[in-house]
C-alpha cells in the first residue's frame, strides 16, 4: 500500500510527495511489530535504491511468511534523486543536518518534521547510505556511541562487515538517526558502496541481513541466513589517508584489502609534468575499508581509510 | 596597512587559493572582520572591500589608537566566487560549516583551521554573513546564545537590531559559534543584500563597524550619533509561511510597519495569472526578512516579522 507521508507545492504545477509502501499480513492485529526502511536522503546515494526493490520483490513473493510491518521509504529527497544533487535542491543544508526539523522553519525543514513523525514509534529503523561520490565504502554501520548498548547487539546480527562505533559529535545531533535514536525509536545507519553507483553484491548481503533481523523481530517467520560475524572498531583503530597535494590519485591497492605497514596505496600524480607528487603508504596493518573513487583530489581529500588489526 | 597571506593553497590547474588580511596599527589582536565565506557572498565582499579603504585613510590620519591591531580579510573563498558557486568548488562543502577546522582534514577544513588558526586569538569577531534561508532583512547583528555572548556590545553598532539565536547543532561549527567558544566576542552583521550589491546597506554596515570600532576603543572616528538597538530573541519573530506555491509578488518591502490583516505578498498562478494565496500578516509588526526568490514553494518562510 503505497501513502504519501508528506509533500509541498513546487512553484510550475509539480507537487514534491514523499511516499512510503507499507506491507503487512493480510490480517492485522494492530500489534504486529513495524520495520522501516529508508534510504535517499542524499539524492547522490543510489544504493539503498536497490535494496528497497529487493526486499519488496522478496516479501512479495513469500508473503504468507510476512508477520508484521515493514514501511520502505526509497526516497526522502525525491527531486534530489531525480537531479542527481546530493542535497535538497534550492535549500542550503543538507537535509541529514536538519532533523528532527520544525514545523515553522522552511520546506525543507517541515518535511523532515513530518518524516520524522512517520517513522517515529518503529520497532527498528534503517538508514541506507552510499558515502558520496568520492569514497568506495565495505558493507558497513555506524553507530554513535550515545547509542551503542541499544544498538550494537541488533547491528551484529545484520550481516555487515563491519560496525564502526564513532565518537558523539554535536553537528550529528542533528541527524535522521541521532533524532530518531533520542525519541526511543532504534536506527540504525548503514553505509555501503559508492555514490551514483549500484553495488548488487551489497544490496544483496544488506536484504539477507534485514530478513535477520526481522525474524529476531517476529515480523518475519521464514527462512534466513546465518549473519556474518562483523568486525567491530571505535575511532581509535582507524586511520584517515589524506592528501598532502592536489592532483589525480591513482590507488594501487584494490578495495576491501589487507595492507601492511609500510605497503604502498597509491600516487598522487601530476599529468601536466608527468611526476609523482606524493605516493602514499599504509601506517599500519589493517583493512583499507574506504578507498577513494574519484581520481581527482584538492589537498586535504580523502583518500581512504585503514582499520588497523 | 600590510596585506598578510594568512592561508595558501595549490590546486591541480587552477591558481592558488590565496587568503589576505588587511592589517591596520600594530600591537594587540583587537578585532578581525571576515567577509564572504561563501562564493555568492558578493555584498559581504564589497563591504569588506570599502572597509580596507575606509581603514587605510583612517590609518593614515593617525586614527588607529597605538596598540591596537584591525584586520579585515575580504573572503576566504576565492575560489568558489570566480565561478559563481555558494559552496566548495569540488565536493560543495560550506567552509562556514567546518570551523574550527582541522589542518589534518578534508580540504574545508584545512581551510577553516588555517584561517581560525589565525583570527583565533581577537578581542571582537565580525562577520559579514547571509542566511541559509535566502532572503533580505533590515540590518541587524546577530549572535548565537552559547553564555559568552556580550549583548551590551552588540549594541553598540548601532543598527536597527540585535538578533539572539538558540543555536542548532549544525549552528555550531560556524565561525561566529566558534569564535565565541574561543573567548573571542563575536558578530555577524547581516545587511540587506547577498548575491547583488545593496549601496544603501552595505554603506549603513560600514559605518555601523566603525562607530563600533570606536566605542570599543580601537579608532577615532567622528561618528554622527547612532540609533539606539533594539533586542529581540528569534524565536520571538513571527514566521509567516506560504500556504500555495507560485510566483511571489511581494506588496510591502523591508522595514515596512504592517498591521494584522495587511496583504504582504501574492502568490500568482504561474499558467494562469490568478491569485493563488494572499500572505496575509497574522499581527501588526516591521517586516523584519522577506524571502527574495521571485518563485515560492509552499510551507516556505515568505516573511518574518518583529
Redesign the interface.
Given at each position: 500500500m503505497i501513502e504519501e507521508i508528506a509533500s509541498a507545492g513546487l512553484p510550475v504545477d509539480e507537487e514534491l510527495s514523499i511516499k512510503k509502501n507499507r506491507m503487512q499480513p493480510l490480517h492485522v492485529t494492530g500489534k504486529e511489530k513495524r520495520f522501516s526502511l529508508v534510504t535517499g536522503i542524499h539524492g547522490d546515494e543510489l544504493e539503498g535504491q536497490y535494496v528497497c526493490y529487493e526486499l519488496l520483490r522478496r516479501i512479495k513473493e513469500d508473503k504468507e511468511h510476512l508477520k508484521g510491518i515493514v514501511d520502505v521509504y526509497p526516497a526522502m529527497n525525491p527531486l534530489g534523486i531525480d537531479s542527481i544533487t546530493r542535497g535538497i535542491p534550492l535549500f542550503d543544508l543538507d537535509m541529514n543536518r536538519i532533523f528532527p526539523g520544525n514545523r515553522e522553519g522552511s520546506m525543507a525543514e517541515f518535511l523532515a518534521a513530518e518524516i520524522i513523525e512517520d517513522l517515529k514509534g518503529s520497532d527498528l529503523c534503517m538508514d541506507v547510505h552510499a558515502s558520496n561520490i568520492f569514497l568506495k565504502e565495505i558493507s558497513q554501520i555506524r553507530i554513535n556511541e550515545v547509542s551503542k548498548d541499544t544498538l550494537l547487539p541488533m547491528a551484529k546480527r545484520a550481516n555487515v562487515d563491519y560496525i564502526w562505533i564513532h565518537s558523539a559529535s554535536t553537528v550529528l545531533e542533528s541527524t535522521l538517526a541521532y533524532s530518531l535514536n533520542s525519541i526511543g525509536t532504534p536506527t540504525l545507519v548503514w553505509e555501503m558502496g559508492v555514490g551514483m553507483r549500484i553495488t548488487k553484491e551489497y544490496g544483496d548481503q544488506m536484504v539477507d541481513g534485514i530478513f535477520v533481523l526481522l525474524k529476531d523481530l517476529g515480523i518475519w517467520d521464514g527462512e534466513v541466513i546465518e549473519p556474518k560475524t562483523p568486525i567491530i572498531s571505535t575511532d581509535g583503530n582507524v586511520h584517515f589517508l589524506n592528501a598532502a597535494v592536489s592532483g589525480i590519485f591513482l590507488p594501487c591497492v584494490p578495495h576491501w584489502n589487507d595492507v601492511k605497514r609500510g605497503e604502498h596505496i597509491g600516487d598522487i600524480v601530476d599529468p601536466l609534468t608527468g611526476s609523482v607528487s606524493q605516493r602514499i603508504y599504509s601506517p599500519c596493518n589493517g583493512l583499507v575499508f574506504t578507498l577513494r573513487e574519484y581520481p581527482v583530489v584538492d589537498e586535504g581529500s580523502l583518500l581512504g581509510r585503514i582499520l588497523e588489526r | 596597512m600590510k596585506r598578510k597571506m594568512i592561508f595558501n593553497?595549490?590546486?591541480?590547474?587552477r591558481d592558488d587559493l590565496r587568503v589576505y588580511g588587511y592589517e591596520f596599527g600594530s600591537g594587540s589582536p583587537s578585532a578581525c572582520i571576515v567577509g564572504a565565506t561563501r562564493g555568492n557572498e558578493i555584498q559581504q565582499v564589497f563591504i569588506c572591500s570599502q572597509l580596507v579603504k575606509r581603514l587605510k585613510e583612517l590609518e593614515a590620519q593617525g586614527a588607529i589608537n597605538q596598540g591596537k591591531r584591525i584586520m579585515v580579510i575580504p573572503t576566504i573563498n576565492t575560489f568558489s566566487m570566480n565561478i559563481g558557486k555558494?559552496f566548495w568548488p569540488?565536493?560543495?562543502t560550506?567552509i562556514n560549516?567546518m570551523f574550527p577546522g582541522y589542518n589534518?582534514?578534508?580540504?574545508?577544513?584545512?581551510i577553516a583551521a588555517g584561517v581560525f588558526e589565525e583570527i583565533q586569538n581577537y578581542e571582537y569577531g565580525i562577520q559579514f554573513a547571509s542566511n541559509?534561508?535566502?532572503g533580505d532583512f533590515i540590518p541587524h547583528v546577530r549572535m548565537m546564545k552559547t553564555g559568552f555572548e556580550n549583548v551590551k556590545l552588540a549594541e553598540k553598532f548601532g543598527l536597527p537590531y540585535v538578533v539572539l539565536r538558540n543555536p542548532?547543532?549544525?549552528d555550531?561549527?560556524t565561525l561566529n559559534y566558534n569564535w565565541q567558544i574561543w573567548e573571542t566576542n563575536a558578530f555577524s552583521v547581516y545587511t540587506c543584500d547577498t548575491e547583488k550589491i545593496d549601496m544603501v546597506s552595505a554603506m549603513q554596515a560600514i559605518e555601523a563597524v566603525l562607530v563600533f570600532l570606536s566605542k570599543v576603543g580601537l579608532l577615532y572616528y567622528n561618528a554622527p550619533e547612532a540609533g539606539v538597538s533594539e533586542v529581540i530573541d528569534e524565536s520571538a519573530l513571527i514566521?509567516v509561511?506560504s500556504q500555495?506555491?507560485?510566483?511571489f509578488i511581494p506588496r510591502v518591502d523591508i522595514s515596512d510597519r504592517v498591521e494584522a490583516g495587511t496583504v504582504l505578498a501574492e502568490i500568482i498562478n504561474?499558467?494562469e495569472g490568478e491569485i493563488l494565496e494572499e500572505i496575509k500578516a497574522p499581527q501588526a509588526g516591521t517586516v523584519f526578512f522577506m524571502q527574495d526568490?521571485p518563485?515560492?514553494?509552499?510551507?516556505?518562510?515568505a516573511f518574518r516579522l518583529i
Open positions: - | 593553497m595549490k590546486s591541480l590547474y555558494r569540488t565536493d560543495n560550506d560549516r589534518l582534514g578534508e580540504t574545508t577544513q584545512r541559509y534561508i535566502s542548532r547543532p549544525y555550531t561549527t514566521t509561511k500555495k506555491a507560485g510566483i504561474p499558467y526568490n518563485m515560492i514553494l509552499s510551507h516556505a518562510v
